[in-house]
């Protein structure tokens, strides 16, 4: 796995992380979307360095010129709920891209911390030798995205696969990195070092889901 980590270099992402963590700031479920969806543009951006590109010829009002555009064939996937405004932002560049839509939650059988992952609606376009873009705000313990995986396989294998995450623990990161093929390219936004004994991330920002679209029962 080839793992970019954004925030090695400061840039106005740094205030985008910075707002969506701030127990004041993420009281604002509007701007708390509009920041994830506005991280989601800036992954969009560095990841589309490493995609494929042809030549085209552009007709301008006064000539012609020759311009290269990306020849990948996108495939976007978000895990409801919280993937939702991460999706549009990648969608607000990809906006050619097919669509695709799963559900991932955990189930805890015996009502204590140790849960399961259930992957139930799914709706999606063939992704076979296609370019998936997985998209996920929170990478805690990484076996929702290992679920989804499994799951988007029925749909076909792709090309390649690109995973865009806004915070990811390092043990996410470990756990998932033997699960997906080794050219995958995992983006992240912000780096965190634990999980709590819930498996959410540590320092993190709360539920993501919950403060874009209100708390659930």
Same mark, same amino acid.
């Given at each position: 796995m080839? *793992?970019?980590y /954004? ?13 969506? !963590? ?9 701007r708390? !979307? !509009?920041? +994830? =969806?506005?991280?989601?543009?800036v992954? %969009?951006?560095?990841l ?9 010829? *552009?007709? &301008?009002p006064? %000539?012609?010129?020759? =311009?290269? +555009?990306?020849s990948?064939e996108v495939? /976007?996937?978000?895990i409801?709920r919280?993937g939702?405004?991460?999706?549009q ?22 009502n204590?911390?140790?849960?399961e992952? @259930? ?10 030798? $296609? &370019? ?6 929170? /990478?805690?313990?990484?076996?929702? /995205?290992?679920? @989804?995986?499994?799951? +988007? ?12 995450? @806004?915070?990811?623990? $390092? ?7 033997? $699960?997906?093929?080794?050219? &995958? ?8 070092? &634990? ?5 959410? *991330? ?6 993501? %889901?919950?403060?874009?679209? %209100?708390?659930?029962?």
């Amino acid at each position: 796995m080839i *793992i970019h980590y /954004l925030q090695e270099e400061n840039s106005i992402l740094n205030k985008f992380i910075a707002e969506i !963590r701030d127990v004041k700031i993420q009281k604002d479920s509007l701007r708390f !979307r !509009r920041n +994830i =969806e506005r991280i989601g543009e800036v992954l %969009g951006y560095e990841l589309s360095k490493k995609l494929s590109y042809r030549d085209v010829s *552009i007709e &301008t009002p006064l %000539g012609v010129k020759k =311009e290269q +555009i990306s020849s990948n064939e996108v495939v /976007l996937c978000s895990i409801l709920r919280a993937g939702l405004p991460l999706h549009q932002g990648l969608l607000n560049y990809f906006d050619d891209a097919e669509n695709a839509f799963i559900s991932a939650y955990r189930h805890h059988p015996n009502n204590n911390a140790e849960f399961e992952i @259930v992957v139930e609606y799914f709706a999606a376009p063939s992704v076979e030798n $296609k &370019t998936l873009l997985l998209a996920d705000p929170m /990478l805690a313990t990484g076996q929702s /995205l290992v679920s @989804v995986y499994e799951a +988007i396989k029925k749909q076909g294998i792709p090309k390649e696969i690109h995973i865009v995450v @806004v915070i990811a623990s $390092k043990e996410g990161i470990e756990f998932i990195e033997d $699960k997906f093929p080794e050219n &995958t390219h995992l983006w992240i936004a912000a780096l965190d070092d &634990t999980l709590n004994s819930k498996g959410y *991330i540590v320092p993190g920002l709360g539920d993501a %889901g919950d403060l874009a679209f %209100g708390a659930k029962l």
